[in-house]
């Protein structure tokens, strides 16, 4: 039986984009190292499906179609290296590798460049959405070489999911290393989105006092609202399950948050472009700081406890943190999109940022109903600076801010830990700021550095140093930016 694609790696993400393939009428080859899994899975989920079992890749690679699509499901890094230069004997000018595993860009870059040299076409792609979307209809988000695009775009909008008005949630992001760029930025903002939640859970629980069923009851609210996305829900009913004793299940999770990487790349990618993405740098530290539970128990011990009397008009505050967390995701979004024109501008990749919100509105863990507001902005300005200068933003964030200010003062006073509120709050008060103190800074540099300024009566570009204590001289250092 010949098949339309090849699939290595049989974990729960592999073995569910393969079934959902065969649902779609895609009859699909798959191989795993660990060869007792191929005939595991062709026994139990896959019998009687259009699925074939390979127990060597050149088996694999001769019941493929030509051009052969070769997919890899396995764990980022090494083994994907490893994978690929064992295909390679078995592969013709022309076929296709495809990297679906949470790659880091510069990685998939890097296959990109040595597989073309050999007259391998490769597809980095994102994909977004877990075990269920893997299965049912996930967001898929591919990059690489476009020659490859035609070959694997019918399979890829075949299974993945559809927005409201039916389009894929799956389109060509861009060359090289920008399918897993775009996904990395995805999992940057899904960090961002996840710790807001939080914040909001922690401000209406200590000091608005509500009950688990009354948390439930305001998160299915919001989800049927402005606020409404994937995370929104899921949330809804987390609050909803009880433990063995009958109590509420979140009350016996250990407040200790791991994390897989990806939004430190995002961080990291954000400093190495000078690019401002404060909120989700602090929804990584906010799970670093989660880590650091004994030290935290000690501490707790060694200072008084905030004030915990309740709010006086919980109504309106429950309404003001609803405010909070949606002007707050709107800056989340609004920095990761800026990285990513940032990202776009230096390798060529032309990202189309509406067309990317749209692959984002279904499937994947950040879908929600905002993501067509970001569509339209973009379709609106293909080259917006920022949605914050986006008209419909720019009227939400006026409606939310007196309740945003409020709430981020209610929960400093109460000693509230609101990293991510407290900073999409503060990105935005420095991004309507026509003039910041860097006035200051930038003489502080020159003082102790000679490390020059620019001056507001001049051109930019034009640098000054000054003999600040009259001892110092006249010599400035060179100007650059990091």
């Known amino acids: 039986?010949?098949?339309?694609?090849?699939?290595?790696?049989?974990?729960?993400?592999?073995?569910?984009?393969?079934?959902?393939?065969?649902?779609?009428?895609?009859?699909?080859?798959?191989?795993?190292?660990?060869?007792?899994?191929?005939d595991e899975f062709l026994a139990g989920l896959a019998r009687g499906k259009k699925i074939v079992g390979c127990h060597d890749l050149k088996a694999l690679a001769a019941c493929l179609k030509r051009p052969r699509k070769v997919m890899l499901m396995v764990k980022a890094g090494d083994p994907v290296d490893e994978f690929i230069d064992h295909l390679l004997p078995f592969l013709e000018k022309g076929d296709i590798v495809i990297d679906g595993g949470n790659s880091h860009f510069p990685d998939s870059?890097?296959?990109?460049?040595?597989?073309?040299?050999?007259?391998?076409?490769?597809?980095?792609?994102?994909?977004?959405?877990?075990?269920?979307?893997?299965?049912?209809?996930?967001?898929?988000?591919?990059?690489?070489?476009?020659?490859?695009?035609?070959?694997?775009?019918?399979?890829f909008q075949a299974i993945a999911a559809c927005s409201e008005d039916g389009a894929p949630c799956c389109d060509w992001v861009g060359e090289g290393g920008a399918g897993h760029y775009v996904k990395m930025v995805h999992n940057g903002i899904e960090y961002g989105d996840m710790q807001l939640i939080c914040e909001a859970y922690e401000l209406l629980q200590k000091v608005g006092h509500c009950t688990y069923p009354q948390l439930h009851s305001i998160f299915s609210q919001w989800d049927r609202g402005s606020l409404n996305s994937y995370l929104i829900e899921i949330t809804a009913?987390?609050?909803?399950?009880?433990?063995?004793?009958?109590?509420?299940?979140?009350?016996k999770i250990l407040d200790v948050a791991g994390q897989k990487g990806t939004g430190k790349w995002t961080g990291i990618d954000a400093l190495d472009r000078g690019m401002p993405l404060t909120l989700i740098g602090?929804?990584?530290?906010?799970?670093?700081?989660?880590?650091?539970?004994?030290e935290r128990v000690q501490a707790s011990r060694r200072y008084a406890a905030a004030p915990k009397a309740a709010i006086a008009d919980k109504e309106e505050f429950v309404r003001q943190v609803a405010e909070a967390l949606y002007a707050s995701k709107i800056i989340s979004y609004a920095q990761g999109f800026m990285l990513m024109r940032s990202a776009s501008e230096e390798y060529r990749w032309n990202l189309n940022f509406g067309s990317i919100a749209l692959m984002w509105r279904g499937g994947c863990i950040i879908r929600s109903k905002?993501?067509?507001?970001?569509?339209?902005?973009?379709?609106?300005?293909p080259k917006l600076a920022s949605l914050l200068v986006a008209p419909f933003f720019v009227t939400e964030i006026q409606k939310a801010l007196p309740g945003w200010r409020r709430v981020v003062a209610e929960g400093a006073m109460r000693g509230i830990p609101m990293p991510c509120l407290s900073t999409a709050l503060s990105f935005f008060d420095g991004y309507r700021s026509a003039r910041l103190p860097a006035n200051l800074l930038q003489a502080q540099r020159d003082y102790f550095g000679a490390h020059t300024y620019e001056r507001v009566d001049k051109p930019r570009g034009q640098f000054f140093h000054t003999n600040w204590t009259g001892t110092g001289g006249d010599v400035s250092s060179s100007s650059y930016t990091v």
């Open 109 to 155: 870059q890097r296959r990109y460049e040595a597989l073309k040299a050999k007259g391998i076409l490769f597809v980095g792609t994102g994909i977004s959405g877990g075990e269920e979307g893997a299965r049912h209809g996930p967001s898929i988000m591919p990059g690489g070489n476009l020659e490859a695009w035609t070959h694997v775009k019918p399979i």
């Open 282 to 294: 602090e929804a990584v530290f906010a799970r670093c700081l989660s880590s650091l539970k004994e």
């Open 237 to 251: 009913d987390i609050f909803t399950k009880l433990d063995v004793d009958g109590g509420p299940l979140i009350e």
């Open 1 to 38: 039986m010949q098949a339309d694609i090849g699939l290595i790696g049989l974990a729960v993400m592999g073995q569910n984009l393969v079934l959902n393939m065969a649902d779609h009428g895609y009859t699909v080859a798959v191989f795993n190292r660990t060869v007792s899994k191929v």
């Open 370 to 381: 905002f993501l067509g507001k970001i569509k339209q902005a973009y379709d609106d300005n």
